[in-house]
């Protein structure tokens, strides 16, 4: 599974920010790690300069070897608590997803083709 960071320059405090965001949201996922092709990290922001409660956001979207992109997006006072609030929301989108497939014994819809 790769997984891919990326920031805008006013998150970047301190210098492991990225290190230790990945590995927390590696951990989270790693029982999914088989079935995914890759992790897309984005987190940021949103007032810059200006400050203010929930402005940092941090969108984590999972590539299912099979399947759509599954994307969710939190906000927090702090990058690490908006990391930590979207990996725990993704893994219950991933566990609703992958649950679904096991039970119902079939794969994931097919994409329409026009």
């Given at each position: 599974m790769q997984v891919?960071?990326?920031?805008d320059s006013s998150v970047m405090g301190t210098e492991n920010v990225a290190e230790r965001i990945e590995a927390s949201v590696r951990s989270k996922l790693a029982r999914f790690e088989e079935r995914l092709t890759r992790i897309e990290i984005h987190v940021r922001d949103?007032?810059?300069a200006k400050g203010g409660g929930d402005d940092k956001a941090c969108t984590i979207?999972?590539?299912?070897?099979s399947g759509k992109p599954i994307g969710v997006t939190e906000h927090a006072a702090k990058v690490d608590d908006a990391a930590r609030k979207a990996?725990?929301?993704l893994v219950?989108?991933?566990?609703?997803?992958?649950?679904k497939e096991q039970r119902h014994g079939h794969d994931p819809r097919p994409e329409k083709v026009l």
């Open positions: 891919q960071f990326n920031s949103e007032n810059g979207e999972a590539r299912p070897r990996a725990n929301t219950q989108r991933l566990e609703r997803t992958f649950g």
